[in-house]
């Protein structure tokens, strides 16, 4: 969490990128802090030097969203309501 910039990182590391493995439709299910709401979930990626915003629904207090595609590192980012 950056409580500073009001925001929860989530980092996704694959570890079989170097025998050529890659992972699409990644699903994410992560616990949102108590009374937050996402504002927008992003994804930046140094593979292929990619930054897009995702589709997120929210369901009991917790993010869903599908990250498309992972390459070697992912990071998505959920952006909170100030």
Known sequence: DQKRENRRLVHFLNYAAGQGST???LAMNV???KE???RRAVL???DGNRR???ACRVESSRAHLTVP???TYTLVSLE???
Do not use: D
């Open 36 to 38: 937050k709401q996402v």
């Open 69 to 71: 595609h992972l390459e």
């Open 80 to 82: 909170f309501e100030s």
């Open 52 to 54: 897009e915003t995702l």
């Open 31 to 33: 616990a949102l802090p």
């Open 44 to 46: 930046v990626t140094p």
């Open 23 to 25: 992972v699409s439709n």
